[in-house]
């Protein structure tokens, strides 16, 4: 069965500092994997995927994330944090376009 | 892409009462999907929603709770049944376009039930 886990619930960061949200999957095949973006009282933001087609994936808002299969892992990076990325964050993996199974979500505070 | 629209965007209910909740798309998609997401958690699946047919559910999800139409592609209501107050939740309305793996998702509703 896939799952998928985030390995931290909250990260707090200092504006202009490196963002790292950590995800890890597991699977049998080679799934797709998402990240998506929840600002406080809106829906759900697509930030980027990956689907085999390159292992570093270029986002919106300056995010990437790079699919590491060895590692089982899919990590999000932000080079500067700025105060409006202050969102919780879902790390999605899926075999079948109908079927996705989120993690748990990281909460990303942003200070000054 | 694909821009999703739902209707209520917040409600406030009283027990026992149902509440139907509407999802527009504003271009033909192929499949819709209803999501719940209670409070300080992530988001589940409750059903995909087929055009013409009956909604296909996800364990632990019934139709007499929880039942959908999507009359056409790029329409779908869910129905929340009979409600108590563990229904308080955000539902979430998603779409997938043409030829893509990636699911779209509507700015949600969010239920409180007294």
């Known amino acids: 069965a896939q799952s998928v886990t985030q390995l931290d619930s909250h990260v707090s960061v200092s504006e202009g500092t490196p963002v790292l949200l950590r995800c890890n999957y597991s699977?049998?095949?080679?799934?797709?994997l998402f990240w998506y973006v929840q600002h406080p009282n809106k829906g759900l933001q697509l930030l980027l995927k990956?689907?085999?087609?390159?292992?570093l994936v270029k986002g919106i808002n300056g995010f990437e994330a790079e699919f590491k299969k060895s590692e089982t892992s899919f990590h999000l990076t932000k080079p500067s944090a700025h105060m409006s990325d202050a969102a919780e964050y879902f790390c999605v993996v899926s075999f079948t376009a109908s079927k996705l199974t989120f993690g748990t979500g990281t909460r990303l505070q942003v200070t000054l | 892409s694909a821009v999703i629209s739902q209707k209520p965007s917040r409600d406030i209910c009283q027990r026992g009462t149902s509440l139907t909740i509407q999802c527009q798309v504003d271009s033909q998609v192929t499949m819709m999907f209803w999501y719940r997401q209670q409070p300080g958690q992530s988001l589940t699946l409750i059903a995909t929603a087929n055009q013409g047919s009956e909604a296909t559910y996800e364990s632990g999800f019934v139709i007499d709770k929880f039942p959908i139409s999507r009359p056409n592609l790029t329409f779908s209501t869910l129905t929340v049944s009979n409600m108590s107050p563990e229904d308080s939740s955000i539902y979430l309305c998603s779409a997938m376009t043409p030829f893509t793996d990636t699911q779209y998702f509507g700015p949600g509703t969010r239920l409180t039930v007294l």
């Open positions: 699977s049998s095949y080679s799934p797709s």
């Open positions: 990956y689907t085999s087609a390159a292992t």
